[in-house]
T-cell receptor, first 108, second 113 residues
Framework: GQQVMQIPQYQHVQEGEDFTTYCNSS?????IQWYKQRPGGHPVFLIQ?????EVKKQKRLTFQFGEAKKNSSLHITATQTTDVGTYFC????????FGAGTTVTVRA | EAQVTQNPRYLITVTGKKLTVTCSQN?????MSWYRQDPGLGLRQIYY???????DKGDVPEGYKVSRKEKRNFPLILESPSPNQTSLYFC????????????FGPGTRLLVL
């Protein structure tokens, strides 16, 4: 099945700063989903991107799907302690294939 | 409340002792699946089911069995657990197998000694 690589694996962020996590594939993707997993919790769906070049925003989170539909990014502005957790991208063809995730910690 | 439930939440067992992790959803979802989560590997799909009596292998099915006799339930069976099956397991469901969000259960942490 299709695979995605996520970078970076870990992201240590000063509270108030911005950061971006990336999801890359060698093949064209039909769609991409993003999930967040809080420490000790379960993955929770954030958003799905389907169209080339699509950009969607959820408050301080901005999700983008690349023009070639081979990569995606999640940008968080003004990081807060509530942003702590692991962010996964996933491809939803007939099964869900997850990237390894970016684990975010925040320094207050 | 719409939810996916799993039991047990925590389990310690010994090698070779058969166990079942139950999963149930109350959203009338057709599609259900099992994942295991290991550090640095993300979530990997074990088995999935597109409807009652229809199941198929995911990426890491070895050592696991599933059944889907009812729409709401999708138990994961480890006939002879081994230490390499120590992991965090999640059940998930969605309306169908298409481009729909999946709802995850709370997870089952399994330790096989």
């Amino acid at each position: 099945g299709q695979q995605v690589m996520q970078i970076p694996q870990y992201q240590h962020v000063q509270e108030g700063e911005d950061f971006t996590t990336y999801c890359n594939s060698s093949t064209t993707l039909s769609n991409i989903q993003w999930y967040k997993q809080r420490p000790g919790g379960h993955p929770v769906f954030l958003i799905q991107l389907v169209k080339s070049g699509e950009v969607k925003k959820q408050k301080r989170l901005t999700f983008q799907f690349g023009e070639a539909k081979k990569n995606s990014s999640l940008h968080i502005t003004a990081t807060q302690t509530t942003d702590v957790g692991t962010y996964f991208c996933a491809i939803n063809d007939y099964k869900l294939s997850f990237g390894a995730g970016t684990t975010v910690t925040v320094r207050a | 409340e719409a939810q996916v439930t799993q039991n047990p939440r925590y389990l310690i067992t010994v090698t070779g002792k058969k166990l079942t992790v139950t999963c149930s959803q109350n959203m009338n979802h057709e599609y259900m699946s099992w994942y295991r989560q290991d550090p640095g590997l993300g979530l990997r799909q074990i088995y999935y089911s597109m409807n009652v009596e229809v199941t198929d292998k995911g990426d890491v099915p070895e050592g696991y069995k599933v059944s889907r006799k009812e729409k709401r339930n999708f138990p994961l069976i480890l006939e002879s657990p081994s230490p390499n099956q120590t992991s965090l397991y999640f059940c998930a469901s969605s309306l169908d197998r298409g481009q729909e969000t999946q709802y995850f259960g709370p997870g089952t942490r399994l330790l096989v000694l």
